[in-house]
C-alpha cells in the first residue's frame, strides 16, 4: 500500500539531546514538509522540500534541520537549540506537478516529549 | 494565501447532517477551498476540495457561496467516527506551485453525540 510512514509514534528524549524523526514515503512525490503541531492549534511549517537534495525553511526552522539525499525520505534532527521542543511532529508529501489535485497527505506523526 | 475562519467547536447529533463553516472573504479569484480533517492524534486527512463549483464525494459535499466568501462542508450522515477537528484551507492551485504549504489554522471541533 501506498503512503506516509514516521516512526517512532513515540519518542522521548533527555534536554539537551539531538533527536531525528523518520519519514518516508512510497507516493513517488517530489514534495514533502514537516510541521509542528502543539495542543489545541494548528499546524506549523518547519522546513519543506520541493526535489531532492533541495529544502527551504518555513515558519519555525530554528533549532531544526533537515536532509533529502533521497526521494522517499525526509528526515528531520530536533537539535538541542529548539527551546520548546516537545510537540506532534508531521510529516507530509504532495506530487510535483501542479493543478489542484496536488494535496498534501500525511503521515501519522510522532509525538515528541522531552523529559 | 487567503485567511479563514471557523468557528472552534461544533456539536452534531449521530445520523444527523453536519454543517460546517468557513469564511474566506479576501479569497482571490485563482485560489481552491480545501477542507481537512484530523482525528485525535493522527496525521489530518483529505477530504474535498473547490473553485466555485459545489463538489460532492464519497465523504461529504462542499458548497460555495456564488462570492466565494465562503463555504460550507457537509457531512450527510454523521457518524462517531467523524468527531474531529475540521480545518478550512484556501489555497492557490497554479502549475509548478507545488512547493506551497498549507496553512491549517486551529478548526472547528466537531463532536459527533450519540
Known amino acids: 500500500d501506498g503512503g506516509i510512514t514516521q516512526s517512532p509514534k513515540y519518542l522521548f528524549r533527555k534536554e539537551g539531546q539531538n533527536v531525528t524523526l523518520s519519514c518516508e514515503q512510497n507516493?513517488?512525490?517530489?514534495?514533502m514538509y514537516w510541521y509542528r503541531q502543539d495542543p489545541g492549534q494548528g499546524l506549523r511549517l518547519i522546513y519543506y522540500s520541493q526535489i531532492v537534495n533541495d529544502f527551504q525553511k518555513g515558519d519555525i526552522a530554528e533549532g531544526y534541520s533537515v536532509s533529502r539525499e533521497k526521494k522517499e525520505s525526509f528526515p528531520l534532527t530536533v537539535t538541542s537549540a529548539q527551546k520548546n521542543p516537545t510537540a506532534f511532529y508531521l510529516c507530509a508529501s504532495s506530487a510535483n506537478w501542479g493543478g489542484a489535485y496536488n494535496e498534501q497527505f500525511f503521515g501519522p506523526g510522532t509525538r515528541l516529549t522531552v523529559l | 494565501d487567503a485567511k479563514t475562519t471557523q468557528p472552534p467547536s461544533m456539536d452534531c447529533a449521530e445520523g444527523r447532517a453536519a454543517n460546517l463553516p468557513c469564511n474566506h472573504s479576501t479569497i482571490s479569484g485563482n485560489e481552491y477551498v480545501y477542507w481537512y480533517r484530523q482525528i485525535h492524534s493522527q496525521g489530518p486527512q483529505y477530504i474535498i476540495h473547490?473553485?466555485?463549483n459545489n463538489e460532492t464525494n464519497e465523504m461529504a459535499s462542499l458548497i460555495i457561496t456564488e462570492d466565494r466568501k465562503s463555504s460550507t462542508l457537509i457531512l450527510p450522515h454523521a457518524t462517531l467516527r467523524d468527531t474531529a477537528v475540521y480545518y478550512c484551507i484556501v489555497r492557490v492551485a497554479v502549475k509548478d506551485n507545488y512547493g506551497q504549504n498549507f496553512v491549517f489554522g486551529p478548526g472547528t471541533r466537531l463532536s459527533v453525540l450519540p
Open positions: 507516493l513517488n512525490h517530489d514534495a
Open positions: 473547490g473553485l466555485k
